[in-house]
Nanobody
Framework: QVQLVESGGGLVQAGGSLRLSCAASGRTFSSYRLGWFRQAPGKERNFVAAISWSGHNTYYADSVNGRFTISRDNAKNTVYLQMNSLKPEDTAVYYC???????????????WGKGTLVTVSS
């Protein structure tokens, strides 16, 4: 069974940075796109970023483009999200998953992990 474990969240002031990690086990993800999603309190889970299996292609939500950078290490079955210039509206629980895109919408392919909480204070 696939297990996704996100880490690296925490409390940071606006303008600060955090680096999230997601370690996957139970499947070799090297041939899959991987991505990050986030869910703010009382809101739906939304797409944040995705990366191709090779790492050569990346995709970002407009709200984070230019501030966040997704990367991956296939040897470690791990995907990362470097978050810079954080804003209070980035506050959310962040989740990773193998991803697919259908009809322009990104979605996770496996069960969701527990996520990691990012809180940005103003």
């Amino acid at each position: 069974q696939v297990q996704l474990v996100e880490s690296g969240g925490g409390l940071v002031q606006a303008g600060g940075s955090l680096r999230l990690s997601c370690a996957a086990s139970g499947r070799t993800f090297s041939s899959y796109r991987l991505g990050w999603f986030r869910q703010a309190p009382g809101k739906e889970r939304n797409f944040v970023a995705a990366i191709s299996w090779s790492g050569h292609n990346t995709y970002y939500a407009d709200s984070v483009n230019g501030r966040f950078t997704i990367s991956r290490d296939n040897a470690k079955n791990t995907v990362y999200l470097q978050m810079n210039s954080l804003k209070p509206e980035d506050t959310a629980v962040y989740y990773c998953n193998a991803v697919r895109r259908e009809a322009g919408t990104w979605d996770g392919m496996d069960s969701w992990g527990k996520g990691t909480l990012v809180t940005v204070s103003s």
